[in-house]
């Protein structure tokens, strides 16, 4: 990607630290993922595996109620079905790339953490007070990457992505049709239908990419403008 292609968008310089490794977090990330999935995969005819699996990896408003506030964060790094790990790991690649080497490691990690666990309550919040479903589990690196991919698309909006491997168009219509397809489906579950799609953990994962651009990412690219 060069900065040429982005003269009115914030560019890679202005937030990638030279002393930072590049693509230092992502194989880490990859790797944990992979590591829960295959812990799923080996507890599978386990009883004593999959109730510890299940308590220790699935979030949900009830899971919070009796105390087990880590999911919130270890859910985010659960997959139990291969399509699901191998969908989100190649989305993520994609987009945690760029976007690691734009905000640089540390940053890095921490908005992806921050992404993960809001997308968490937003799941546990969605399902207890407008599914009525407090007791719905959920899992997956999704929320978390909504907010890679809206963040990526904020600072890159011009920049060209290919929706569904086939529709080339800017990252702004795709990030805005990703969004609405995520409103319109728990409309769906709001009223008894829709697919089992975690929308509202998209939904807070979407959102807190939005914030971080418009709350950190706009006001420091702004400051270094002017010298501050």
């Known amino acids: 990607m060069s900065d040429n292609m982005l003269p009115r968008q914030i560019r890679i310089r202005d937030f990638e630290s030279a002393r930072t490794p590049k693509a230092l977090a992502m194989p880490i990330i990859i790797f944990l993922n992979i590591l829960v999935f295959a812990a799923w995969f080996y507890t599978q005819l386990n ?8 308590k220790n990896f699935l979030v949900s408003w009830d ?15 659960s997959h139990n079905m291969f399509w699901h790990i191998f969908l989100n790991m190649y989305i993520f ?3 945690g790339s760029v976007m690691e080497a734009t905000l640089g490691t540390t940053r890095f990690v921490f908005f992806y953490l921050l992404a993960g666990i809001i997308s968490s309550l937003s799941h ?14 959920a899992l ?11 963040l990526f698309s904020l600072m890159y909006p011009k920049q060209k992505i290919v929706l569904l491997g086939l529709i080339p168009l800017p990252a702004i219509f795709g990030a805005l049709i990703f969004v609405g397809l995520d409103l319109w489906g728990l409309s769906a579950q709001a009223h008894g239908g829709g697919l089992p799609i975690g929308h509202g953990a998209h939904l807070g994962g979407a959102f807190t990419g939005i914030l971080f651009y418009y709350l950190y990412i706009r006001p420091t690219h702004f400051k270094r403008l002017r010298g501050l």
């Open 124 to 137: 546990v919040v969605v399902s207890a007070y407008i599914l009525d479903k407090p007791e719905l589990p």
């Open 47 to 54: 009883r004593e595996g999959l109730a510890f699996m299940a």
């Open 140 to 150: 997956g690196a999704s929320g978390a990457i909504a907010g890679v991919i809206l």
């Open 63 to 77: 899971h919070l109620e009796q105390g087990y506030y880590w999911v919130l964060l270890t859910s985010v790094f």
């Open 93 to 95: 690649i994609g987009f």
